[in-house]
């Protein structure tokens, strides 16, 4: 007999945290993501699952930091950058080559997820969508909340503004796709409100802050 269901805990990016990429970027108040958790009152063995938006340094280096979590990633993300990337200088910036190397020794492993394509539900409440041409296969993220859908867009959306205005982000290989994704996630959230960008400290302002650098979407 199966026992008792438990509510998965679910990182959306990982984060980064090697030493590596801060000699050539100055980070103020860094926090390693695993730390971030004590203001839950999370540990990192407590997170089930990590889902990678894109293969991003900045969203990807901090696989390894949760030892008991599934990593799901889009499966052409995933074997874009392990192969083919790799045969031209130009079409593998931003991939860190190490960040890459975990992932794969993490598939050997049997921890690594391979999201198949759109609109696929990977865990109860969670869906996953390809997204725009960020990377070569980004995605993001459905949830189900009290208030009705929300949508985790990473890097679809750097900011709110994207979305008010209608702005494609700066680092795309392919507006048109990005400013597609943008138009989806208004389709799928219940309301525009519960579109978290990737990089916008606004929702610190815009959603309740139970702690310090915490904030609580419902």
């Known amino acids: 007999m199966a026992g008792p269901w438990k ?22 108040d860094f926090t390693k993501p695993s730390d971030t958790l004590n203001r839950v009152g999370l540990k990192p063995e407590d997170i089930t699952d990590v889902i990678i938006a894109h293969m991003h340094w900045d969203h990807s280096d901090g696989i390894d930091l949760f030892p008991n979590a599934r990593i799901w990633i889009q499966q052409e993300e995933l074997e874009y950058y392990a192969e083919e990337a790799w045969q031209s ?4 910036g931003g991939i860190d080559e190490e960040d890459v190397l975990t992932l794969v020794k993490l598939n050997t492993q049997g921890r690594v997820g391979m999201v198949a394509g759109d609109a696929q539900q990977i865990i109860p409440g969670v869906t996953c969508y390809t997204g725009g041409k960020h ?13 009705g859908k929300g949508v985790l867009a990473s890097d679809n959306m750097y900011v709110c503004e994207n979305l008010e205005r ?3 982000i700066a680092a795309t290989l392919d507006a048109a796709s990005n400013l597609r994704a943008q138009d989806r996630t208004k389709q799928i959230a219940a309301r525009p409100g519960l579109i978290v960008p990737g990089h916008d400290p606004a929702v610190f302002e815009k959603f309740p802050n139970p702690v310090p650098g915490v904030a609580r979407i419902q």
């Open 7 to 28: 509510w998965p805990n679910i990182l959306v990016d990982s984060g980064f945290y090697h030493d590596r990429f801060f000699k050539d970027w100055q980070v103020k």
């Open 89 to 92: 200088k130009d079409t593998h």
């Open 166 to 168: 209608h702005a494609p």
């Open 135 to 147: 990377t070569y296969q980004s995605q993001y993220v459905g949830v189900r909340t009290a208030a």
